[in-house]
């Protein structure tokens, strides 16, 4: 009779089999562990071959489960120091470059964005060029957005998404790159190379999200509003007393111009004229007797947010009006729907260890 392998480890693991468990790879003793919910027991049977192993392979595999392992408990900090300690015993081995992004990830993760930046430009000149994980569009891609979003250096910036767009073979992932380094020409004030891409990629992306996206993108560049607001003081206040007023035509006119974001939960974004979104609101403006909008914004990565609660559609009760600085002052530059179902079970899933 075949005894089921789960069932064979954890005979093993609880009748503490130490002569089957001994003549095992240390890695599969991990597991057995693992399988028992013993955790630190598996971290403390691996964590002296970091420093012992001499097989580049199977030390590999090794300090991938333990960093796993260190990140489920929080503890980044020794999953760093763990994929480290790799490195500089294996520098030139193909898993020291992967481990030596990884790191980068997680100095990132932890908010140390000028560490993560160098490690990612160090490993970009570093990879060699067979390049066995395939990092490198995605070493440039990370760096990139780094450098646009948190140190505002549009032109190193726009030359990572350049390479991105040179290198990559994924028709999206290079559509993108595009979109991306003509914004930073735009915050670089070159408005005509910016628009000679947009129409670039117009002309490769017919009939796609990111044709859309760059014709709204040249009618913002195009065509500018009829009211431009200084503060962000001033917009808020005009949305809350159009919103408390259920003024859909005054909502028009303090909508941006050309590309308008529209999600769900912060998440699933897409682009249109913001006449599709006007239209939505339309639908569920008058239906809403109870609206509840907050006094205060707050932030939300690179824009702020204005809450709207009661809101009158019965799959989305909550709507959040996003509001950035632009090209032409403050701007009203998309919309969030949200719910208190969505929102709870949000929470719950952060609330999780």
Same mark, same amino acid.
Do not use: I
């Given at each position: 009779m075949k005894i089921p392998v789960l069932a064979f480890l954890s005979v093993v693991v609880l009748l503490g089999c130490s002569s089957v468990a001994s003549s095992l790879d240390p890695l599969d003793q991990a597991q057995l562990f693992l399988e028992a919910g013993n955790i630190d027991q598996a971290i403390a049977l691996l964590e002296p071959l970091v420093q012992k192993d001499t097989d580049p392979e199977h030390l590999g595999d090794v300090v991938e489960l333990l960093e796993s392992l260190f990140v489920e408990k929080g503890e980044v900090r020794k999953a760093i120091a763990v994929l480290?300690?790799?490195?500089?015993?294996?520098?030139?081995?193909?898993? $020291?470059?992967?481990?030596?992004?990884?790191?980068?990830?997680?100095?990132?993760?932890?908010?140390?964005?000028?560490?993560a930046i160098a490690l990612l430009e160090e490993l970009a000149h570093s990879l060699p060029p067979e390049d066995p994980f395939g990092l490198r569009v995605q070493v440039f891609s990370d760096l990139a957005y780094l450098l646009q979003y948190r140190k505002r250096d549009y032109k190193k910036a726009l030359e /990572?998404? &350049?390479?991105? $767009?040179?290198?990559s073979e994924d028709p999206e992932e290079k559509l993108q790159a595009k /979109?991306?380094? *003509?914004?930073?020409?735009?915050?670089? *004030?070159? /408005?005509?190379?910016?628009?000679?891409?947009?129409?670039?990629?117009?002309?490769? $992306?017919?009939?796609?999200?990111?044709?859309?996206?760059?014709?709204? &993108?040249i009618v913002y560049l195009t065509e500018p509003p009829e009211k431009r607001f200084a503060t962000q003081e001033e917009l808020q206040r005009e949305l809350v007393d159009a919103l408390q007023a259920k003024d859909l035509n005054r909502l028009r006119h303090l909508a941006k111009k050309g590309d308008f974001w529209n999600g769900v939960n912060f998440s699933e974004f897409d682009v249109d004229d913001a006449s599709v979104i006007l239209d939505y609101?339309?639908?569920?403006?008058?239906?809403?007797?109870?609206?509840?909008?907050?006094?205060?914004?707050?932030?939300?990565?690179?824009?702020?947010?204005?809450?709207?609660? *009661?809101? *009158?559609?019965?799959e989305y009760n909550i709507l959040y009006l996003v509001l950035a600085e632009g090209r032409y002052g403050w701007e009203w530059k998309g919309v969030i729907l949200s719910s208190t179902a969505l929102e709870a079970s949000q929470e719950n899933e952060n609330c999780r260890p």
């Open positions: 480290q300690t790799y490195v500089s015993r294996f520098p030139q081995s193909p898993r $020291a470059y992967l481990f030596r992004y990884w790191v980068a990830k997680h100095e990132e993760e932890l908010g140390n964005e000028d560490r /990572m998404y &350049r390479k991105v $767009a040179e290198l /979109m991306s380094w *003509g914004m930073c020409l735009e915050e670089l *004030g070159e /408005m005509e190379r910016a628009l000679a891409l947009y129409r670039e990629v117009m002309q490769e $992306a017919s009939g796609s999200f990111f044709e859309r996206w760059a014709r709204l &993108r609101l339309s639908r569920y403006l008058q239906k809403s007797p109870h609206l509840v909008v907050s006094e205060h914004l707050f932030r939300h990565d690179d824009a702020w947010v204005l809450r709207v609660e *009661g809101w *009158g559609d019965p």
